[in-house]
């Protein structure tokens, strides 16, 4: 099966610094790869993918990723972090039923 | 904007009891999910459905049941709720196509007492 790993429990920055939330996968074949963001007691929010194509991905708020196949990582960056990105992180992979695999998740805190 | 919502944000029920969990998305979409959450667990999948009627099972199904009798509702069934399923439901959906990404709802955090 598919699968993704979040090495990090907790990422602490400073503002203004910049952030990397990291993320390593497994797969056969080609990976789906997703980034989503969970604020506290809400759903999961989409912030980008990679499919195909570019191994620089941006996606919203100002997020990219970058797909690296010889290190099967898909780490998601930020230049210049934000306290309002504090939020629960997760990395996932489509797995072969069209369903998603889910990392355990990477707390960002990001302090003024 | 997708819209994915779940009938309750909180729901506090006792051991024993019978639990339904609706979910209903506005967007036409063929595959519906249902997640639960828990701290240093991340999502793990209990059902999905990728038609009306039709039902698969996640990684986790003991002690949950699904019904999609229509294509935007999707629902969660605990037959007897116990204390290990305290946690965290989320439901999804998405569209068969070149996009994947699943759509959320906000979750509702049960608590069985």
């Known amino acids: 099966a598919q699968s993704v790993a979040q090495p990090e429990d907790q990422v602490n920055v400073a503002e203004g610094n910049p952030l990397t939330v990291k993320c390593t996968y497994s797969?056969?074949?080609?990976?789906?790869l997703f980034w989503y963001v969970q604020y506290p007691n809400r759903g999961l929010q989409f912030l980008l993918k990679?499919?195909?194509?570019?191994?620089l991905v941006k996606g919203s708020y100002g997020f990219e990723a970058e797909f690296n196949k010889s290190q099967t990582s898909f780490h998601l960056k930020k230049p210049s972090a934000l306290v309002s990105d504090s939020a629960l992180y997760f990395c996932?992979?489509?797995?072969?039923?069209?369903?998603?695999?889910f990392g355990a998740g990477t707390r960002l805190t990001v302090k003024p | 904007d997708v819209k994915v919502t779940q009938s309750s944000r909180y729901l506090v029920k006792r051991t024993g009891e019978k639990v339904f969990l609706e979910c209903v998305q506005d967007?036409?979409?063929?595959?519906m999910f249902w997640y639960r959450q828990d701290p240093g667990l991340g999502l793990r999948l209990i059902y999905f459905?990728?038609?009306?009627?039709?039902?698969e099972k996640g990684d986790i199904p003991e002690g949950y049941s699904v019904s999609r009798e229509k294509k935007e509702r999707f629902s969660l069934i605990l037959e007897s709720a116990s204390t290990n399923q305290t946690s965290m439901y989320l439901c999804?959906?998405?569209?068969?196509?070149?996009?994947?990404?699943?759509?959320f709802g906000p979750g509702t955090r049960l608590t069985v007492t």
């Open positions: 996932a992979v489509r797995d072969l039923r069209n369903d998603m695999r």
């Open positions: 797969v056969s074949g080609n990976p789906y």
């Open positions: 990679y499919i195909t194509g570019d191994n």
């Open positions: 967007m036409d979409h063929e595959n």
């Open positions: 459905s990728y038609d009306v009627k039709m039902k």
């Open positions: 999804a959906s998405n569209s068969i196509g070149d996009s994947y990404e699943q759509y």
